[in-house]
């Protein structure tokens, strides 16, 4: 996803060479195995940029 579409950046949200290294570490989504699946409603990125905001930032 380009980064001018993504939401607003913090400086706990993956860089492109971070994600690069992260994304083939994930598992394949469940739609896309021969079981199926739901689509991801989210995009994974973003969902590890709000898991790396947590652990950087902690939760009120």
Request: net charge positive; hydrophobic share 35%.
């Amino acid at each position: 996803m380009p980064a001018a579409s993504r939401r607003r950046r913090y400086p706990s949200a993956t860089t492109v060479a971070e994600w690069a290294l992260l994304e083939p570490l994930l598992p394949v989504p469940a739609c896309q195995t021969k079981t199926g699946g739901h689509p991801e409603k989210w995009p994974r990125r973003e969902i590890v940029d709000g898991i790396r905001y947590i652990v950087d930032n902690g939760a009120k």
